[in-house]
């Protein structure tokens, strides 16, 4: 989507915040033995109790009202019996609808007892996903996301997962400009322009470099025992520093 009107940066801000803060609202309820679906559960009244529809099970009526993917599941994890243990990593992405609008968010954590390698993962991909945001304004080439996010991944000795990217969003939850690679490619030759919503979601790992899905048709994950750790905003492009619409 592009910027039209000031309602269109209203909307997006209004549904940006509802669901950053359902994510805040799940996480301080997330506790060990409690199945994902539980705190699924807690994501799904919270998005109705604002007036938001779950984006994914709006549009592609995913089994859940979040995903919530646990250590070797990396994304599109489907809610249900699996009971939170400690020390998991855990990254809950949230979508949703509002008036016609779509915002998206990830985050990912670690719950305790801590180990300081999953808490620096976690860290650094956050770290990496600003700095990309910080960098972008118009005219800057699409292809530059993927050039900080990999230049980024090297640097802290992560891998990157190469077949998850971000998208454009705004109006529904996947729209152009579609498969922004979190790789460098020299043939993407498109640009960023004022106005333009997309997502920026670096996935980084400790391994792989890509995601397997599962029978289940949904659920992502690595193909060995590294972990890895997302973390996302909803953005749109101005001619300075991007506004982050999926803020608290």
Not at 34 to 44: P, Q, R, S
Not at 116 to 130: D, N, P, V
Not at 177 to 196: F, Q, S, T
Request: hydrophobic share 35%.
């Amino acid at each position: 989507m592009t910027i039209e009107s000031q309602n269109d940066i209203d909307g997006l801000k209004e549904i940006g915040k509802i669901v950053a803060l359902t994510i805040m609202e799940m996480k301080q309820h997330a506790r060990i033995g409690m199945t994902t679906k539980e705190l699924d559960e807690i994501g799904g009244r919270f998005l109705r109790k604002h007036g938001a529809m779950s984006a994914p099970k709006l549009t592609y009526n995913f089994p859940g009202s979040t995903c919530i993917s646990i250590n070797k599941e990396v994304a599109h994890g489907i809610p249900g019996n699996r009971k939170i243990q400690p020390g998991d990593l855990i990254n809950i992405d949230v979508s949703a609808e509002l008036n016609g609008y779509f915002a998206d968010t990830g985050h990912s954590f670690q719950m305790p007892p801590y180990n300081q390698s999953l808490t620096r993962l976690c860290q650094y991909t956050h770290k990496t996903m600003m700095k990309v945001i910080s960098s972008l304004k118009h005219g800057v080439k699409v292809n530059e996301i993927g050039r900080i996010i990999q230049m980024e991944a090297q640097k802290g000795g992560y891998q990157v997962i190469e077949n998850l990217g971000s998208h454009g969003i705004g109006k529904s939850l996947h729209e152009s400009p579609a498969d922004i690679l979190p790789i460098y490619n020299k043939h993407d030759k498109r640009v960023l322009k004022e106005g333009m919503v997309i997502t920026i979601e670096p996935f980084l790992s400790t391994g792989a470099d890509y995601v397997v899905e599962q029978p289940d048709g949904w659920t992502l994950c690595v193909p060995d025992n590294s972990l890895a750790a997302q973390h996302e905003h909803t953005i749109i492009i101005t001619k300075d520093q991007p506004i982050i619409v999926t803020v608290a």
